[in-house]
């Protein structure tokens, strides 16, 4: 049975696909608020929502999801909790995971234990639970790496866990919780295990907007290895969907993995962007390979199909890709802005000059 929901609370809406599904929900339903709690680290930007900061339903918070005094008094006010706040970047985790354990596993901890002793009807931590939902984004990374040579092989919601970087494991252990509080303590959550997104906003240390800026920087782009591994893309709007789809209609305590049946190499999606943009391979810098770099993503995303109906309508390459490619030519102030300062730094010691 769908559910509407009147007042929402968005951990990191200030990041890629947080900014895109504020942006997508609050067009999609006329009568919804939402309250947007976001840190504003490295990766959040109140740019990516400038066009929607005037909109009386739409409120920012600056704050940490790791503070429980703040998350507490914002879950009081809200029916339902959709949480993207994370540190999300693979290498970066393989740099220093602290940030990592602290957000996604601590911070995820702090907003689970936050509603479920507000929301708890008699106060006491316990059910019964006002009707209220937590949505718990996270990744198919949490699955581990496939194959190359088993292309009929993809994670299904029964795949083992099995993470590998410690981005990997600091989601998996967040999910972990998510499924703890709610067989433990009855609260209502459901997760949704996404494969690679793209799309407007994406900060320029992914490998999208890194190689599509790089590019219009006259820089090369480094590929890792021998750019055989494999990633299953997904336009951030197409996920926005499956994740207000998966709020109103999934089944309490229910998994989804949301992909886009759409499998590249990265050499492949390379080339791609080369011809797009009119370079051609000479603009390739094959750099040392990321350390545990996971070889293939696959989503099987039958389950969501099949019982909530979603498709994903946005994703079809090269016309999703081509559109994405002049996303950034059109909004070059935005990604030079995002480019320099601290990042810089972080490039130079991830790429290692050159
Ligand atoms: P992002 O790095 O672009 O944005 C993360 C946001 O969270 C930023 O706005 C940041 O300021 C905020 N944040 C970080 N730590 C915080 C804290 N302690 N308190 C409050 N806010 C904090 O990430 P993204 O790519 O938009 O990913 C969003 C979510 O989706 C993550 O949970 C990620 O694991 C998951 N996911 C991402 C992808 C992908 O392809 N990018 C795919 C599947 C799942
Ligand atoms: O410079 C690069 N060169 C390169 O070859 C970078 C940054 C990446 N790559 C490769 C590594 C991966 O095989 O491209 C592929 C994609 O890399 P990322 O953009 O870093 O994404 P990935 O590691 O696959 O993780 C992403 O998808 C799953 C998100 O960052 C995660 O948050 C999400 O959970």
Known sequence: MSRTYSH??????????GSNFIRFALEQRSDM??????????????????DIESDERYTFVHGNIGDD??????????????HFAAESHVDRSILDSKPFLETNVMGTQCLLDACRHVWSENSDGKAPFAAKRFHHVSTDEVYGSLPLDQ???????????DPRSPYAASKAA???LVRAYEHTFGMDCTITNCSNNFGPYHFPEKVIPLFVT????????????????????????????AVLTVLENGKTGETYNVGGNNERSNLELTNSILSIMGFGEEKIRYVEDRAGHDRRY???????????GWQPTRSAWPAA???TVQWYRDHEDWWKRVKSGAYREYYAKQYKAG
């Open 321 to 323: 890709l081509e559109e």
């Open 151 to 161: 292309p009929e092989v993809m994670f299904t919601e029964d795949t083992p866990y």
């Open 174 to 176: 967040s999910d972990m």
């Open 69 to 82: 005094k703040l998350v507490r008094e914002l879950v009081a006010n809200v029916d339902a909790v959709v």
């Open 214 to 241: 790089n590019l219009m920087e006259g820089e090369k782009v480094p590929l890792y290895g021998d750019g055989l591994n494999v990633r299953d893309w997904l336009h951030v709007v197409d996920h926005a969907e």
């Open 298 to 308: 696959a989503i099987d995303a039958t389950k969501i199909k099949r019982e909530l």
């Open 33 to 50: 608020r939402i309250t947007n709690l976001d840190a504003l680290t490295y990766a959040g930007n109140p740019e990516n929502l400038s």
């Open 8 to 17: 929402i609370l968005v951990t990191g809406g200030s990041g890629f696909i």
